[in-house]
C-alpha cells in the first residue's frame, strides 16, 4: 500500500493534497505560537504592570483609529542603539494587557513605547495640532479634530468587552477586591466599570492634558494614554541579570 | 519535434496534454543541503528549540557583570548580549565620564579631548532628548519653550542650576490678576513693563503702573524682583531685557499690540512652561549624561 502512496498520487488528488498541505503549515504554527503558551518565561514577572485607567482606554482607542500604529512602533528590541536613544527594551509583560497590541512593524515617526514622561502634555497637545510647529523636518499630518469633545458613554462596554479578552476590570465586589489587593485601592477603583464614566471624566479634570478644563476633549484621552506608555515598570528596581534569565 | 528533448513527468492528462520534469540544478540542491546542516549547527551554539515548559539553551554562553559587580555567565540570549555591549560601550566612555564628574567645568571645556566628547556625546543626548521643545540649535519658540542659546535664564544659567533643572524638571507659574486688578489697572502695568525695556510707552500709565508693580495690590515686585530683572528661584524672567518668553513681543508691530499682548499676560496668567524630569525618579538619564548635557547646554552660547 505504501509503494503506491506516491508524490504524483498527492499532486492528482485533490483530498490529499488539501490535508497534507494544511499538515505542513501548520508545523510552523506548532513550533513557533504552541510553545509560547506552555513555556515558563514567556512573560516577565515584574511589578507594576496595570490595566489601562478608563481615559488611558480610550486615549488607547483613539491611538487605533487615528492609525498611530502604522507610523510607530511600541517596542523597543533588544539592541544597543535602540536602548540608547529609547530606553530600555520592552518587555512582554508591559503589553499583557494590550488587546491588540501595538508593537508595529513600521518606524516612519519614532518608537512610542516610552514616550510617557518624555515631553510635557502642553508639548503633545501642541504636536498633535501641529507637528511642523515644534518639529520643522517632521512629515506627521495634523490632527485638528482631536480637540473636539469626547463621546465617553460608551466607556463602560469597551472596558467590559477587553474583561471578556482577560483584562481585570472588575463588575463585581469580590473582583474589585482582588484588584486592590493587586494593583491598590487607587488604581482599583480606576477599573471598576460601574464608575468608568465617572473615573475617566475626573481623570481628565485633575490630569487637564489639552489645558482646556471644560470639557473633556479626544486630545486629553490621547495625551493621557501617550503619558503613561513605558511608565508602568520600575526598572530601578529590577536587576538586569533577572531580566537575561527569562529567556 | 527536435525542441522536445527535456523529461516528462511521465503522467499524460486529458490525453495530451504533459508536464516537462525539470530538476534543480546541483549545485542549488547542495546549496539546500549546506543550510540544513547550517542550521543544526545553529541549534546546538544558540537558544532553539521549545522542550515541555523550557527550550534547548544551546552551548554559546555570554559572560557580563551582574548588578554585584561579579562576572556572570549565560547562555546565549539577545538581553544577555545586550547587557554585555552595554556594559562594554560604558566601559570604553567611563574614562571621559569620571574625568567630567571629578573636573570643574571651566578645566573640562579647555581639555580638547574632554570638550570634544562633550560636544559630540552632548550634541546626540540633546537631539534625542531636548531639540523637541528647544530646537535642535537650543533657539526654543517664543510663547512655548525658552531660548537655551541666549544668555537669559530663567532658573539661572551656571552648570549647577541647569543640572538642577534638568533633574528635577520645572513647572511656570504666574497668577491670573483678573481678579485683582482692574482693566485699566493691567494696562498702566503692561505700559511699565514694556517701558523697562525702552519700548516708547504712555508715560502716565506707566507711572501708575510702576507703583501697582511694586505695591501689595499687584506685587509683581515678589517674583519679578524690586528690579525687575527676575528672581531665579521662581523661575520669574527679567522684564527689563528685550527677551521674551510668553508675551510675543517681538512680533507685534507697534506699541499698542505690544501692550496688548503682555496685558494678555498679566490678565490671564500662565500655567505652563513644564520641563519634564530626566533624572531622579524618572531616570531617563543618569547623572552622567546629565553633567554632560548641562554642560553641553551651557556651552550653546549663554552659559553664566
Known amino acids: 500500500m505504501f509503494k503506491k502512496f506516491t508524490h504524483e498520487k498527492i499532486e492528482t488528488n485533490a483530498g490529499w493534497l488539501i490535508v497534507l498541505t494544511m499538515l505542513a503549515i501548520s508545523v510552523g504554527g506548532l513550533v513557533e505560537i504552541a510553545p509560547l503558551f506552555l513555556l515558563d518565561d514567556t512573560i516577565e514577572k515584574v511589578d507594576g504592570v496595570r490595566p489601562y485607567s478608563p481615559l488611558e482606554q480610550r486615549g488607547r482607542d483613539i491611538y487605533i483609529r487615528e492609525g498611530c500604529y502604522t507610523c510607530h512602533s511600541q517596542m523597543i528590541r533588544p539592541v544597543r542603539d535602540e536602548q540608547l536613544r529609547y530606553g530600555h527594551y520592552s518587555l512582554a509583560a508591559e503589553s499583557k494587557y494590550d488587546h491588540p497590541f501595538q508593537w508595529g512593524s513600521k518606524r516612519t515617526g519614532p518608537d512610542l513605547a516610552r514616550v510617557g514622561g518624555k515631553y510635557s502634555n502642553e508639548w503633545h497637545t501642541q504636536h498633535l495640532m501641529q507637528p511642523k510647529s515644534v518639529v520643522s523636518e517632521s512629515v506627521m499630518p495634523n490632527y485638528p479634530w482631536l480637540m473636539t469633545p469626547l463621546d465617553a458613554s460608551d466607556v463602560a462596554d469597551r472596558m467590559r468587552a477587553l474583561r471578556t479578552t482577560g483584562v481585570p476590570y472588575s463588575l463585581t465586589q469580590a473582583e474589585f477586591d482582588k484588584n486592590v489587593q493587586q494593583f491598590g485601592e487607587e488604581h482599583a477603583r480606576m477599573f471598576h466599570i460601574p464608575n468608568a464614566q465617572t473615573n475617566l471624566v475626573s481623570q481628565a479634570q485633575a490630569g487637564n492634558y489639552d489645558g482646556d478644563n471644560s470639557r473633556v476633549s479626544e486630545m486629553d484621552a490621547l495625551v493621557a494614554y501617550l503619558q503613561v506608555l513605558g511608565t508602568m515598570v520600575d526598572f530601578s528596581k529590577i536587576k538586569p541579570e533577572d531580566l537575561v534569565k527569562f529567556r | ?304
Open chain 2, 1 to 304: 519535434m527536435a525542441e522536445n528533448t527535456v523529461q516528462t513527468t511521465g503522467h499524460t492528462w486529458d490525453e495530451t496534454l504533459q508536464e516537462y520534469n525539470n530538476p534543480l540544478p546541483n549545485w542549488w540542491i547542495y546549496g539546500l543541503y549546506v543550510t540544513v546542516a547550517f542550521a543544526i549547527v545553529y541549534w546546538i551554539l544558540y537558544p532553539s528549540w521549545p522542550v515541555g515548559k523550557d527550550h534547548l539553551r544551546g552551548l554559546s554562553t555570554v559572560t557580563y557583570m551582574n548588578s554585584a559587580g561579579q562576572a556572570e555567565t549565560n547562555g546565549w540570549n539577545t538581553r544577555a548580549k545586550l547587557l554585555k555591549e552595554m556594559q562594554d560601550g560604558n566601559a570604553l566612555q567611563k574614562p571621559y565620564f569620571d574625568k567630567i564628574a571629578a573636573m570643574p567645568v571651566a578645566q573640562v571645556v579647555k581639555d580638547p579631548e574632554l570638550n570634544s566628547f562633550v560636544l559630540s556625546a552632548g550634541k546626540a543626548l540633546f537631539s534625542e532628548n531636548c531639540a523637541a521643545c528647544h530646537q535642535a540649535g537650543g533657539q526654543g519658540k517664543v510663547g512655548f519653550y525658552p531660548n537655551l542659546a541666549d544668555d537669559d535664564w530663567k532658573y539661572g544659567g551656571s552648570v549647577g542650576e541647569i543640572e538642577a533643572t534638568l533633574v528635577g524638571g520645572r513647572r511656570g507659574y504666574m497668577p491670573a490678576f483678573s481678579e485683582a486688578l482692574e482693566k485699566s489697572q493691567i494696562e498702566a502695568v503692561a505700559n511699565y513693563v514694556l517701558g523697562l525695556s525702552g519700548h516708547a510707552v504712555d508715560k502716565v500709565k506707566a507711572a501708575e503702573g510702576d507703583a501697582l508693580f511694586h505695591s501689595n495690590t499687584g506685587a509683581c515686585y515678589y517674583c519679578h524682583g524690586a528690579d525687575a530683572k527676575g528672581r531665579k528661584e521662581f523661575g520669574a524672567p527679567n522684564l527689563t531685557d528685550k527677551i521674551w518668553q510668553w508675551a510675543n513681543v517681538p512680533a507685534a508691530t507697534d506699541v499698542n499690540s505690544k501692550v496688548a499682548v503682555v496685558q494678555k499676560v498679566v490678565t490671564g496668567g500662565l500655567n505652563k512652561g513644564v520641563m519634564p524630569a530626566w533624572g531622579g525618579e524618572s531616570a531617563r538619564l543618569n547623572p552622567g549624561q546629565i553633567k554632560l548635557l548641562s554642560i553641553y547646554v551651557h556651552e550653546l552660547g549663554g552659559g553664566k
